[in-house]
């Protein structure tokens, strides 16, 4: 028994030893928490720390596995979302007030505004070309029509150029990368199937091109057209009053301005004027000497202004004189105006002025006022303008106006408002024009009560028909410059 007693005392230690081995063995979470103390490796027989250390040692299917290397990651790029781009794009919106969405490519459909980047898409119309192509939100254009158009004007200045065949592209900036977009060309639909206003947007477009070329062509035109001329020729006559009279106290040197009361028409149709009434005249006065009963004055015409004309330079004189007292007041063949001593030259006294040399008017057509194919002179029995003269083939002649009838009123004024002058002046307007007059016939005028009877008459015709068909005269200076 003494010699047994050593190694049950073994025994029992290495039992007591497994024994709070297993006690303290850990178990989850807890076995890393709380390691369980060990004893200390002097006080423990050699066969129970040999037990320990088995017992330390981890089971084969507990063992954990090693983890493989995983390979290198490639760099990655994050790609915005489309939310995230349009806070993007309202930020950078808000952060730049001076970049304000414009209307670059409102005819597809898209709301723009001008990025360093390029034109930015801020908003589409649901339906719009610009949706069909592909855009989107927060694409920045580049390239419209296979052409740069990074701002407003650039997309201005490449809508102009749609193709014929109506088919859109494009380059856009989408992310980091560019994106090539394309439309498709719109399918026609026949005139007779949509309204006047249902235009397509290549049609609009080309409308606007069409329109853009057109006034181009015109306004070139204008510019390279020759100077339309007139000649009025050496020897034309006409009245001219002075509106302040001419003094008595005049001297060589001063310069008398005067009007004419009449008017001086393109040729024998009376269809043109070419001097209206109301054109001013200059006068100089080169003598005013003579014998001690009489006043010799001698007047040289030197300048002239049209009514909404130019100016022009002439010579003319005058050879005659009327108003007043003719007994008076006389001409010489020379064109000196002879008055008493001491006595001037009232405004009611006219002048008929000469041209000594063809004076040449260089007017835009719109210059030459038209007629409706009669002339007029003053009436000594009774208010009004009598008709002297009718042209045929015009207006007047195919209403059946004729000599000796008597105006009474002019687009509802009444004919004794207008002197001579004026009556002329409104006789004329725009070529083409419509005129209403008051017209008493010949035959009503030795009744008792004459009745006007209204006559509607167009300016500047040629009446091929009775049923009223005109032609426009030709300007009066086409035959002039063929001769």
């Known amino acids: 028994m003494t010699s047994q007693r050593p190694i049950l005392l073994s025994g029992l230690l290495t039992l007591a030893a497994l024994a709070s081995v297993q006690a303290a063995a850990p178990s989850g979470k807890d076995s890393q928490a709380q390691p369980a103390a060990a004893q200390p490796a002097a006080d423990k027989p050699a066969a129970a720390k040999r037990h320990q250390k088995a017992a330390d040692l981890p089971k084969p299917a507990a063992k954990a596995a090693k983890p493989k290397p995983k390979p290198a990651k490639r760099p990655t790029v994050k790609v915005p979302t489309p939310e995230e781009r349009r806070e993007t794009a309202a930020q950078a919106r808000a952060t730049t007030p001076s970049h304000q969405p414009m209307a670059g490519l ?161 040729d024998q149709s009376l269809d043109y004027l070419s001097l209206p009434p109301k054109t001013v005249f200059w006068a100089k006065v080169l003598d005013s000497h003579g014998p ?56 009611d006294l006219k002048v008929k002025l000469e041209l000594l040399q063809p004076v040449t008017l260089v007017e835009p057509p719109s210059f030459y006022s038209t007629g409706v194919g009669l002339w007029i002179k003053t009436r000594e029995d009774g208010p009004g303008f009598k008709i002297s003269h009718i042209i045929p083939g015009r207006s007047a002649a195919a209403a059946g106006l004729q000599p000796g009838d008597v105006i009474m009123s002019i687009d509802g004024a009444k004919a004794s408002t207008f002197d001579f002058a004026g009556a002329v002046s409104a006789l004329y307007g725009k070529q083409e024009s419509g005129l209403k007059l008051g017209v008493v016939r010949l035959a009503e005028l030795e009744s008792a009560k004459p009745k006007a009877e209204t006559i509607i008459l167009k300016r500047g015709v040629t009446m091929t028909s009775a049923e009223g068909e005109s032609v426009p005269l030709p300007p009066p200076y086409a035959e002039k410059r063929a001769q």
């Open 106 to 266: 409102s005819l597809l459909g898209a709301l723009t505004a001008e990025r360093p980047s390029g034109l930015e898409v801020l908003a589409l119309v649901p339906g719009s070309e610009a949706e069909s192509m592909g855009m989107t939100p927060g694409d920045h254009l580049t390239y419209l029509f296979a052409s740069p158009s990074r701002t407003q004007a650039h997309a201005a200045e490449r809508m102009k150029t749609l193709p014929a065949e109506g088919r859109l592209s494009a380059v856009v900036v989408r992310g980091l990368g560019t994106q090539p977009l394309s439309g498709k060309p719109q399918a026609f639909v026949p005139a007779v199937l949509r309204g006047p206003d249902e235009l397509s947007t290549h049609e609009m477009l080309l409308k606007e091109k069409r329109l853009a070329r057109a006034q181009a062509d015109a306004d070139a035109a204008v510019r390279n057209a020759e100077p339309q001329e007139f000649k009025i020729a050496a020897g034309q006559s006409l009245w001219i009053h002075f509106p302040k009279g001419i003094p008595s106290s005049a001297g060589p040197g001063d310069v008398l301005q005067g009007e004419a009361t009449t008017a001086v028409c393109t």
């Open 292 to 347: 001690a009963q009489t006043n010799n004055l001698r007047l040289f015409f030197f300048k002239m202004r049209l009514p909404g004309g130019s100016f022009y330079p002439l010579a003319g004189r005058v050879v005659d004189i009327s108003g007043g007292d003719g007994r008076l007041v006389k001409v010489t063949p020379g064109g000196t105006i002879v008055t008493p001593n001491d006595t001037g030259l009232d405004s």
